[in-house]
């Protein structure tokens, strides 16, 4: 806690967003500076730990999306937010079917965690991979960009309507223990809540400026060299103005002012909100689909069913039960959604049609 209490000692007060990013990657007690997070022995699960298919699905996706670009004899590829790296060995693994793609690849892996670098680069050696510290050093294209569980690992801003009046939330120390308040928000922000049409309900008004400073990069990269991006992440497409912050620790939910620094925080994805903000920036979204559509649209019912055929019952039994859980409506396949945004000009649609 003594660490924590240093974040305060500028003001008394900070900002919901600048309070989670602190939380979450200060180099000193930030929690995905110290803790490997991914599979049973650490707090979650993604899809891409629970399955290699689900990788195999993207990687399908992105060799159709340069097929559709004219096969350029380089295409940069980069992730954000690798994590503990599972998805980049799975497409390294896939390209090896795919000589002519594999050939064309660069990987950029852009990860703001130092301990999940240190992670990556053990795990992965290869030299179609590096790591970059700034999206800026993208100088040729095209680039797919591509961020599974990235968004909601974003630090977001989150308001308040008082009669009429827009408050926005702070954190602040309250006899040595994290508490919340909320504050007359500026003119400034509040303006752009009206550009986004945000300020219509009531309750809970969530903001992701964090995350659309990072994407501003994203976008005009997309403008400039061509290519896209594509986003997995679980969210809503409907407001409803309630606080979807959430902490977990231990494959459990964990009060969101208890265990800092030792528990994730994250927070619902809104998709129409991310859509408007593509648009507005000059890109293209066609569709917001679920995980699940998006899954079996890219055929992995049949990539099971061929696998299968070469596995003993109970290697079978499992790869069936981890496909369940990604596709099944009631599991990840319904909340989890897929949005991906091109430049205006760009027919591809694999999968959102
Ligand atoms: C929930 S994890 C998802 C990891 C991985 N994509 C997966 O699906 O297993 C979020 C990842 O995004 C990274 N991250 C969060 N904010 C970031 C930022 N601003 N820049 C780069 N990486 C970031 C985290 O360190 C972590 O690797």
């Known amino acids: 806690m003594k660490k924590i209490n240093k974040i305060f000692k500028k003001s008394k007060s900070i900002a919901l967003d600048t309070y989670l990013e602190k939380v979450l990657y200060d180099k000193s007690f930030g929690y995905y500076q110290k803790k490997n997070p991914f599979g049973i022995n650490g707090d979650f699960v993604t899809a891409p730990n629970i399955s290699n298919v689900f990788c195999e699905m993207i990687s399908i996706w992105l060799i159709s999306f340069w097929e559709n670009l004219g096969k350029p004899k380089k295409i940069n590829f980069v992730e954000l937010g690798p994590g503990n790296g599972d998805f980049c060995l799975a497409l390294l693994k896939t ?22 670098i240190k992670i990556q680069k053990n795990r992965i050696i290869s030299e179609k991979v590096s790591w970059i510290k700034n999206l800026d050093k993208i100088k040729k294209g095209p680039v797919v960009f591509f961020g599974n569980e990235f968004l909601d690992a974003l630090p977001i801003k989150q308001f308040r ?24 928000a500026q003119k400034i922000q509040v303006s752009k809540l009206k550009n986004y049409e945000l300020l219509h309900g009531n309750g809970i008004i969530e903001y992701p400026e964090y995350g659309f400073k990072e994407l501003n990069i994203v976008c005009s990269k997309i403008k400039k060299l061509n290519g896209g991006a594509l986003f997995i992440d ?3 497409k ?11 620790m231990k494959h459990k ?10 528990a994730d925080i994250t927070s619902l994805v809104n998709f129409s909100l991310y859509k408007k903000y593509f648009n507005s920036n ?40 981890r496909v369940h859980r990604l596709i099944n409506p009631n599991m990840m396949g319904r909340d989890f959604k897929v949005i991906f945004t091109k430049n205006k000009n760009c027919n591809f649609s694999l999968a959102f049609k």
């Open 95 to 116: 390209i090896k079917n795919f000589s002519e793609f594999g050939k064309c690849l660069n990987i950029m892996l852009y990860e703001k965690s130092e301990k999940l």
């Open 161 to 184: 309507k008082i009669n009429n009046h827009i408050y926005e939330k702070y954190a602040y120390l309250n006899k040595n223990k994290i508490d919340f308040i909320f504050k007359k």
């Open 234 to 236: 679980y969210g809503y």
């Open 238 to 248: 409907t407001e409803n103005n309630i606080d979807t912050l959430q902490s977990v």
């Open 253 to 262: 939910f964990n009060d969101i002012k208890k265990n800092i620094g030792n």
């Open 282 to 321: 000059g890109l293209l979204v066609e569709d917001i689909i679920s995980q699940s559509k998006f899954l079996q649209k890219m055929g992995i019912l049949e990539r099971i069913r061929i696998a299968g055929n070469k596995m003993g019952k109970k290697e079978k039994q499992d790869l069936y039960s």
